[in-house]
Each structure stands twice: as C-alpha cells, then as structure tokens.
C-alpha cells in the first residue's frame, strides 16, 4: 500500500464523536519577545478524542504555543483553558497534575539512567509520596511503587520497549530514544498529549508505524493528541483537525482536507507564484 493510499484512507475513516465542552480552549493568546510578536491572538479549540496537527513553516509560531500549553512559557496576552479552567497559574512542573503531558523535538530524556527509570519518572509525576515517607517506607508507599512498576512493565510492553527496559538510554538510537520519552509521558496518564515533531529524524516506514501508535494511543488509552509536526503526510493521514500558523497568526483551521486546499496555506508553503 502506497503513503498515498494510507493517507487516504486514514482520512476516510470519520473521526471520532466530540463532545459539546472542547477539552482544551486556546483563547486569543499572544505572546511578544523583546518587541518581536511570535503569536499573534491565537484561538482554536480542541476536542476529546480528537488529534489536531498544527502546522506551519519554520518560525510559524508552533513551539512557541506548544511552549505556552506546557507553561514553559507565559502568555503576553490571552488565556488557555483546559476544562473549562485557566491552566496559566501552574507552573511547568505541576502541568502534568491536570493531565498535560508532552515530548519534545530534541528528546529530553536522563540520558544516564536506563529506560525503566526514565519511565518511572513520568509516573511519580502523578504520585503524592514524600521524601519522609519514602525513606520509611511505609506500607501505603510499597503498595504505590508495586502498583508503578506494573504500570510501567505495563507501558514498556505497549511499545514494544521491554528489550531494552535496563538499558541507558544514551546509547539507543534516536528513534528509540523518541518511543523512550512518549513511554514516560503516557507513564503521567495524560489526558492531552503534546507531541512536538514525532517524527523528526525517522524514515518512511517508521513514519507510517508512528502514525499508526498515535492512532492507538488516542483509541485504547483514551487520550487526546496535539501533534506538531513538519511531515505532511503524517499530518495529514491521522488528524482529525488541523490549525495553521504562519508568522505568529491563524492563517486556516478546520479538516485536513479544507486546509492543504487553503491559498494563504498553499502560498505559505510554495510562496506566490506570482511573485
């Protein structure tokens, strides 16, 4: 079967029935460095159960949003919203306690610590042990950490990580490394999942399988995926909406197929012919 056709018939299948609340709301948010406007009053929504890609051409905007959604950034202006509730007070490293959990495009993993251990970190985002407890290991801390390592041997095992589960991470390939952190990140039990440029550095075939595991991860594990990404037909094949940028605006947003059709999208990829 040819990309052509996988995409084709990704895009046949009808997406998945939102609910009438959009999971997460992004409400005229711009963001300015040092008089440079990267974002520009961005609004879209995003609903359960939906992948949206968000496309662009370098220096679109895309990180700096995904930066603003994992609050490694704040907004200038605007607000974001996920059910219903401004995410703006929280800092980066309590984003993961409402469900927000990402990867990022150069992998930030512990390079020295082996990829169970990578992956556990992602889990004990979502624990309430403390350093006291820990150290006296009370009962209700060894029933958490048997319960996180079943969860973690559960996600090693999904994607296909359990030959490598006590290997360093430093000294897998790229493209393992890639799995490595969206096993930590799914280990938080996200209700959005952040995925910036999955498939950077991977050939044709992995491409597809990625596409493929993104579409499980939204289907058995129930979460909703933000998916920025510079391949097209990843993009294109398995979201169901997609949002445009281009120099910090909205240039398009709606389905895949009304967006490669756009002219400001079209003219933001190809340039003017007439020019």
């Not at 907004?75 to 990867?103: C, F, N, V, W, Y």
Request: proline share 4%; hydrophobic share 40%; aromatic share 4%.
């Amino acid at each position: 079967m040819t990309q052509a056709q996988r995409a084709s018939g990704a895009n046949d299948r009808l997406a998945p029935i939102a609910s009438s609340a959009p999971l997460l709301q992004v409400r005229d948010v711009s963001v300015v460095f040092g008089g440079i406007i990267a974002l520009n009053g961005i609004t879209f929504d995003m609903q359960k159960g939906h992948i949206l890609g968000l496309i662009g051409p370098n220096g679109a905007g895309k990180t700096t949003l995904f930066n603003c959604l994992s609050r490694l950034y704040q907004p200038s202006k605007g607000d974001i919203l996920m059910e219903g509730q401004s995410i703006l007070t929280r800092p980066a490293h309590k984003i993961s306690e409402i469900g927000i959990g990402r990867t990022f495009q150069n992998v930030a993993l512990f390079p020295n610590l082996t990829v169970r251990d990578n992956v556990r970190v992602g889990k004990h985002a979502r624990t309430n042990s403390d350093i006291i407890s820990d150290s006296l290991k009370l009962p209700w801390v060894r029933a958490g950490e048997a319960a996180i390592n079943k969860d973690v041997n559960d996600i090693l095992g999904y994607l296909n990580l359990h030959d490598v589960a006590d290997t360093v991470v430093s000294g897998l390939p790229f493209g393992t490394q890639k799995r490595v952190e969206l096993a930590r990140a799914l280990a938080a039990e996200p209700k959005i999942l952040l995925l910036d440029e999955p498939a950077g550095g991977l050939n044709h075939e992995e491409v597809y399988i990625l596409g493929d595991l993104i579409r499980r991860i939204r289907d058995e594990r129930d979460v909703t995926v933000l998916l920025v990404e510079h391949h097209m037909g990843l993009v294109m094949s398995i979201a169901d909406h997609v949002v445009a940028l281009n120099f910090g605006k909205k240039l398009a947003e709606g389905t895949p197929s009304a967006v490669q059709k756009d002219p400001a999208v079209i003219k933001a990829y190809l340039g003017d012919k007439d020019s």
